[in-house]
């Protein structure tokens, strides 16, 4: 299953999740505060959920601390890198 993974790809996708989440939930709580406004920190905002898929959907029960919040937050960002990091060995595959 992961023949040839590419763990540079893996690592670059991880960090670039990371930032984005890290954008979305600063944007996202500077709207819940009405401290922030503007259309790019309503599209920060609005894809937030997102990144919250799938652990804050599934556990969202368990989640309750702020460690636990960020917790699952990596944990998606993880599962999201394995994802696009498989997706792309598959179509440079088929060529």
Excluded: D, Q
Excluded at 11 to 40: C, F, H, Q, W
Excluded at 48 to 68: A, D, E, K, Q
């Amino acid at each position: 299953m992961f023949k040839r993974f590419n763990i540079y790809l893996y690592l670059l996708t991880v960090i670039s999740l990371v930032i984005l989440t890290t954008v979305s939930l600063i944007a996202t709580a500077g709207l819940e505060e009405g401290t922030a406004r503007g259309k790019l920190i309503e599209f920060f905002a609005s894809v937030f959920p997102f990144f919250r898929f799938p652990t804050h959907t599934l556990f969202n029960n368990i989640l309750s601390g702020f460690p636990s919040f960020m917790g699952g937050l990596i944990v998606n960002c993880l599962l999201y890198a394995l994802v696009i990091e498989r997706l792309i060995f598959f179509f440079k595959s088929l060529r």
